[in-house]
């Protein structure tokens, strides 16, 4: 650790909580009744489209399982996984087709 007291890591946990809870209060709880301008919900349905590449990029980019050097094996899949995307239109097809081809490279090169 980096010589936090058990005090100060429960009060950094506290603040993050109330912090986490106050910003989906204020956008679920102040406005969930209200209809939202169609701006707001055109923008809204880009949401996923703009979190999941930023969860997946590091994994793929950086992985924790070659300690944060590229692997080509995780690159190949996630390109599989892409052109699954993009040729069946459907999630469940494109992360089939990404482990798929993960598990099979990792066996093939060891």
Sequence with gaps: ???YSTAQIWSIIVLLAIGTFALRFSFLGL????????????????TPVAV??????PLVLFPAATEGEPD?????AALVTLAFGLWTR????AILGG??????VLQITG
């Design 99 to 104: 482990v798929v081809t993960l598990f099979a």
């Design 52 to 57: 999941l590449p930023g969860l997946i990029a």
């Design 72 to 76: 080509a094996a995780r690159m190949l």
């Design 1 to 3: 650790m980096m010589g």
């Design 31 to 46: 406005i969930g009744r209200r209809k939202l301008p169609d701006w707001v919900l055109r923008h809204l349905r880009y």
């Design 90 to 93: 459907n999630v469940l097809w």
